[in-house]
């Protein structure tokens, strides 16, 4: 809730009774992670639905390098569960179906302990190029652990043997483990200063969420862990430096009006239609539309067949049916609510990445393969319009590290 320029709290459904709740707040400090389940394939939790960038979006604040998605080279087909790195550090190996270790072809002196966007583009290539495997869950490459032998694995690897057990049934002591790159991270998010100040008086960002930016366009692992403890905790004081200066804010006007207006958008809009399309058809067609438009390999085209495709789901979605029309747990309400998000943060993706005519850690464009520092060394920042959403540019601050080509 935003009066004056300023934040006053926030709104939220009491889910048990579906009751329309108002928090008000000297200021807000959002941590609601990242927005993987906007794509097909996601190590993310299904809470992971993008509603804090949405939030802040929403309100005037723009969301920062969004076009900037890390992806993770080994994730179960089915799941969407990441097999950890340890498994590759501990030597295993990637091989195509012809039983090949194909990363000889790309990374020849690092091969399984690349970074994690090459080796996703590498599995990618030789998927597109008919050397995966093809399964129930789609195309997927092998990670073989066999070689390792049973104390290795039993020793060091003990929870990825559990994973492949529980939810594969393969043992990988003596069969391969089917993997397949998935989106993981995203770099991008409500951009903040060091402090976690979003720029609109009393909010405050923290976590994926958030866009510091500490990780510029591709994270280091273990750089989220940074982002919760450091900027978590600035974020947290700088938030309590600002509330102890402000005086409480008050259930009036315009306040009052603006929860009313969303208990209406709720209450009369979203669930009131009798007739459309479900919201998991809507769902699903912007999963498989990400992941194919908007996914590890980009150019001109795909990228705007992303734009178009998010576009009119989101005309969809505004007719779409909540079969489920009590107030009491409706978990599809929810549903509804989470890909309202989704949708609106899905459409800065594809955007923010087609005015990024380059390619830069973790957003590749076939089209534009080389680095360009003259006019792109800029973090984009989406704002959210009546329309599409308007993307312009901030300067990076350079410090001590100037950039550099990556070579390996």
Known sequence: MVDDGRVEGVTAIEVRTGELVTILGKAVI???????????????????????????????VPLKDM?????????????????????????????????????KRYVPNKMELGPRDILSRAEMSEINAGRGFEGPYGSYVNLDLT????????????????????????????????VRPGQHYMMGGVHTDMHGFTGMPGLYAAGEVACVS??????????????????????????????VKMESPSFGNPVQGEVMMEEKR??????????????SSVRTEMQNGME??????????????????IGDLKTRLSNAIVEDKDHVYNTEL???????????????????????RESRGAHYRTDYTKRDDANFLTHSMAHKTPGPPRIDYSPVTITRWKPEERVY
């Open 147 to 178: 070689h390792l032998g049973k104390i290795t694995i039993e020793d060091k690897l003990p929870f990825v043997k559990e994973l492949a057990e529980k939810y594969l049934g393969i043992d990988p002591e003596h069969e391969p483990i089917p």
């Open 214 to 243: 500490m990780n510029g366009a591709n994270r280091l692992g273990s750089n989220s862990l940074t982002e919760c403890l450091v900027f978590g905790a600035a974020a947290g004081r700088a938030a309590a430096r600002y509330a």
């Open 334 to 356: 929810v549903a509804a609510l989470e890909l309202d998000f989704m949708l609106d943060v899905a459409e800065t993706i594809p955007y923010s990445a087609i005015q990024r």
């Open 266 to 279: 709720i209450f009369d809009q979203i669930l009131k239609h009798e007739q459309g399309e479900r919201i």
């Open 67 to 103: 076009e900037m998605v890390q992806y993770h080279p080994t994730l179960l087909p089915n799941t969407g569960i990441l097999i950890t790195e340890a498994a590759r550090g501990e030597g295993g190996h990637l091989l195509n179906k012809d039983g090949e270790r194909f990363l």
């Open 30 to 60: 959002i941590a609601t992670g990242g927005c993987g389940r906007i794509f097909q394939f996601t190590t993310n939790g299904w809470i992971k639905t993008g509603d804090g960038m949405a939030l802040a979006y929403r309100a005037g």
């Open 292 to 309: 194919k438009h908007v996914g590890i390999y980009r150019d001109e085209n795909s990228l705007k067949e992303g734009c178009r495709i």
